[in-house]
């Protein structure tokens, strides 16, 4: 969910595919859970990816926004979240804990917050396509290079069912589960005589400038089934997860940079023209499904003539 997220990271040269890693970029923010209550406590982290491969000692500067967006901007999140974060407000480091605001369903979901005095009453928010309200918590790295890179993670929070029937709001609470992130179980490659190598084994060697089919197989229970409320049928219709991958990689090209899942069999495959020169690269899958939840893997790989 790179573009719902709000993520921005360096900008790729004029022409670059997205996929191509040739500077640090930011390639995921993700809370541990992936949607929690008000008044619980979630890890963030982060993948910054570069020319030589993830970046695990990167320190980072976090804060949760706290001011929900105005209906006259279009953005994800409100403009004053957006820039560096006061200096009393960040915490540094490589992963930040945080408690989810008592008031989140109030701030960014469906319970309209009381009008300051002199104020007209506030609009709750509306939910997205799945139901969903999120918190944004910004990600601030000012030393990874010479022009700082910013993001956010979109954590969704859980709340009450509103503007329903009283039977449903309670079957809702009955039946709604929060948000796992989907897992990816392993990765293959497969060449053009059908040889398939565990890119999850290790190092793989691969030919230059030749097509070759990447194929990524998600966890059991990645695509999750969950009750959405219908205003049109005024009842509660299941909906399941579509999953998406996003692909980068140090070096060649992808046919795809983003692969979406919609259906069993719970996989998913692109085709890689791998680089020219004769040296390792770097590979990483992102994978998000659509209530928000996201996980990563990265991999390495050896092109040889």
């Given amino acids: 969910m790179v573009t719902s997220l709000g993520l921005c990271a360096c900008k790729p040269n004029v022409g670059q595919a997205p996929s191509l890693i040739t500077d640090y970029t930011l390639l995921a923010v993700h809370g541990e859970p992936a949607e929690s209550r008000p008044s619980t406590s979630v890890t963030y982290s982060f993948l910054l990816a570069s020319p030589g491969g993830s970046v695990d000692n990167a320190e980072a500067l976090w804060d949760i926004c706290l001011t929900p967006k105005p209906p006259s901007e279009s953005n994800s999140v409100a403009s004053a979240c957006t820039g560096e974060p006061d200096a009393g407000a960040g915490s540094a480091g490589q992963t930040f804990t945080a408690t989810t605001p008592t008031k989140a369903c ?57 503007n329903a029937r009283a039977d449903l709001i309670a079957e809702y609470s009955t039946r709604y589960t929060a948000n796992n992130d989907p897992m990816i179980d392993h990765t293959d490659v497969v060449d053009a005589s059908g040889n398939r190598f565990s890119l999850d084994a290790g190092l793989v060697p691969l030919p230059a400038n030749t097509a070759v089919s990447i194929e990524t197989v998600f966890a059991d229970g990645a695509s999750e089934t969950f009750p959405v409320y219908s205003a049109e049928t005024d009842s509660l219709v299941d909906q399941q997860e579509s999953l998406r991958v996003s692909w980068f990689a140090t070096g060649g090209s992808f046919q795809h940079d983003r692969t979406t ?45």
């Fill in 106 to 162: 109030s701030l960014f979901g469906p319970i309209a917050p009381p009008p300051a005095a002199g104020q007209p009453a506030v609009r709750p928010r509306d939910p997205d396509s799945t139901g969903g309200y999120y918190l944004p918590v910004q990600l601030w790295l000012p030393t990874a290079t010479t022009t700082a890179i910013s993001g956010f993670a979109m954590e969704r929070i859980t709340c009450n069912l509103a």
């Fill in 261 to 305: 899942v919609d259906a069993a069999p719970w996989s998913s495959s692109n085709t890689w023209t791998t680089p020219t020169d004769e040296q390792p690269y770097y590979l990483w899958l992102v994978l998000r499904d659509s209530r928000g939840g996201v996980s990563y893997k990265s991999y390495q790989i050896a092109i040889t003539p």
